[in-house]
């Protein structure tokens, strides 16, 4: 089956500060979707890459899928404590029509 | 007013008791989802629908069962709960065609 694997687990920066996050996936990807989640609170669409070297941003959060389709990286430039919370990637599991997540990176800004 | 709500948003039931999350959405899509959150696994799809007629089990669904009652509501039930289904529920929607999904408040539930 396919898995997600997310990095680092958590992370702690200064405000102001570029931080990256990662997620590796066992087989090829058709589609990655990243996600962010307050504590306790559902999951918030971001953004939505399919196609290999495709890069797409919102505000001061860029993602990348790389061209093997096999790994997306987040990037987050001049973090503030409004980026703090637990980033998920997503993909469309191979051979279903479900998605399937990562365990999640989660984010801590401090002030 | 919320598109995906959830019911309750917190619930405490003993081991053993039989107990039921509802789902409702406004958003007119025809695919829903039922999730579990725990610490350290992500998400984890318990069970699908893509639309009334059609349900089908997830990676966990075993101790679960589903209803779609109609095209949005999609209910949840724990026949008979343990302690180790105590976690953060969550239920999502997708419209058909589309892999984003639009995700509940979520439940969290305690078993005791």
């Known amino acids: 089956s396919q898995e997600l694997e997310q990095s680092p687990q958590s992370l702690i920066v200064q405000e102001g500060k570029n931080l990256t996050i990662n997620c590796t996936s066992s087989?090829?990807?058709?589609?990655l979707y990243w996600y962010k989640q307050k504590y306790g609170e559902g999951l918030i669409f971001l953004m939505m890459?399919?196609?290999?070297?495709e890069e797409k941003s919102h505000e001061k959060i860029t993602a990348k899928l790389d061209e093997k389709k096999q790994q997306s990286s987040l990037h987050i430039t001049a973090s503030q404590p409004s980026h703090a919370g637990t980033y998920l990637c997503?993909?469309?599991?191979?051979?279903?029509?479900?998605?399937?997540f990562g365990a999640g990176t989660r984010l801590f800004v401090k002030a | 007013d919320a598109d995906v709500t959830q019911t309750p948003r917190n619930r405490i039931t003993k081991t053993g008791k039989r107990i039921m999350l509802e789902c409702s959405q406004t958003?007119?899509?025809?695919?829903m989802y039922w999730y579990r959150q725990d610490p350290g696994l992500g998400l984890r799809l318990i069970y699908y629908?893509?639309?009334?007629?059609?349900?089908n089990k997830g990676e966990i669904s075993d101790g679960y069962s589903v209803s779609r009652q109609a095209q949005a509501k999609f209910s949840l039930s724990l026949e008979s709960a343990i302690p180790n289904q105590t976690a953060l529920y969550f239920c999502?929607?997708?419209?058909?065609?589309?892999?984003?999904?639009?995700f509940g408040p979520g439940t969290r539930l305690l078993v005791l």
């Open positions: 997503g993909a469309e599991a191979t051979g279903g029509f479900k998605t399937i």
């Open positions: 890459l399919q196609k290999g070297g």
């Open positions: 629908s893509f639309d009334v007629k059609d349900i």
């Open positions: 087989k090829t990807l058709y589609g």
């Open positions: 999502a929607t997708s419209p058909q065609g589309q892999e984003t999904q639009y």
């Open positions: 958003k007119g899509h025809d695919r």
